[in-house]
């Protein structure tokens, strides 16, 4: 059974830095979209960033674009999410999602329901 895992989560005052890991188990990395989504309590869930973990194609929302950083470590099945320079906005629930749709369907416009597989989420509280 695939799972995934999602760990990094805290407090952080405005400004910090944290990264998010998503560790998947039951299968190997092969030719995954993979996704971290974030919902904030009141509002709809957001996609911030994808890569594809063939080519290491990365897209990000403009909410995040130049402050969070996406990457893969294949050897350990982990995606990561790095988050820098975090403001208050940023505070959510955060989520790592996969499917094997192909790159095509790898940005954060993608429905969020082609995404199969969901992790369990972690959650972030950025202070200012």
């Known amino acids: 059974q695939v799972q995934l895992v999602e760990s990094g989560g805290g407090s952080v005052q405005a400004g910090g830095s944290l990264r998010l890991s998503c560790a998947a188990s039951?299968?190997?990395?092969?030719?995954?979209?993979m996704g971290w989504f974030r919902q904030a309590p009141g509002k709809e869930r957001e996609a911030v960033a994808t890569?594809?973990?063939?080519?290491?194609?990365?897209y990000y929302a403009d909410s995040v674009k130049g402050r969070f950083t996406i990457s893969q470590d294949n050897a350990k099945n982990t995606v990561y999410l790095q988050m820098d320079s975090l403001k208050p906005d940023d505070s959510a629930m955060y989520y790592c999602?996969?499917?094997?749709?192909?790159?095509?369907?790898?940005?954060?416009?993608?429905?969020?329901?082609?995404?199969?597989?969901w992790g369990q989420g972690t959650q972030v509280t950025v202070s200012s």
């Open positions: 039951g299968y190997s990395y092969g030719t995954d979209c």
């Open positions: 890569i594809y973990t063939d080519g290491a194609r990365t």
């Open positions: 999602a996969a499917h094997r749709l192909g790159p095509a369907l790898c940005y954060p416009e993608t429905p969020h329901g082609v995404f199969r597989t």
